[in-house]
Nanobody, 113 residues
Framework: QVQLVESGGGLVQAGGSLRLSCAAS????????MGWYRQAPGKQRELVARITRGGSTNYADSVKGRFTISRDNAKNTVYLQMNSLKPEDTAVYYCAIVGSNYWGQGTQVTVSS
């Protein structure tokens, strides 16, 4: 089993930046892919970004060029750097092991206009 704990959410003005962190309770070295998802009110949860064990990344079209996912295996942590934030980025952001039932509790990101 593994526990995932997100942090770093908050309230920010449009155009601002936030960095989310996802700390795992055990080594993530052997995890094939970690992902950040988000769910806005009244909308389905969507994949925002994912990173493989080898460091390959994929992003939703809506965040390309603005968000960057990274992982620090030594710290068992995955990050999501979010720049040029827009009000439509407002959502609860979740960290997860892609393809598994392991999810964090979520962290709220609110972007004001």
């Amino acid at each position: 089993q593994v526990q995932l704990v997100e942090s770093g959410g908050g309230l920010v003005q449009a155009g601002g930046s936030l960095r989310l962190s996802c700390a795992a309770s055990r080594s993530i070295n052997t995890i094939n892919a970690m992902g950040w998802y988000r769910q806005a009110p009244g909308k389905q949860r969507e994949l925002v970004a994912r990173i493989t064990r080898g460091g390959s990344t994929n992003y939703a079209d809506s965040v390309k060029g603005r968000f960057t996912i990274s992982r620090d295996n030594a710290k068992n942590t995955v990050y999501l750097q979010m720049n040029s934030l827009k009000p439509e980025d407002t959502a609860v952001y979740y960290c997860a092991i892609v393809g598994s039932n392991y999810w964090g509790q979520g962290t709220q990101v609110t972007v004001s206009s």
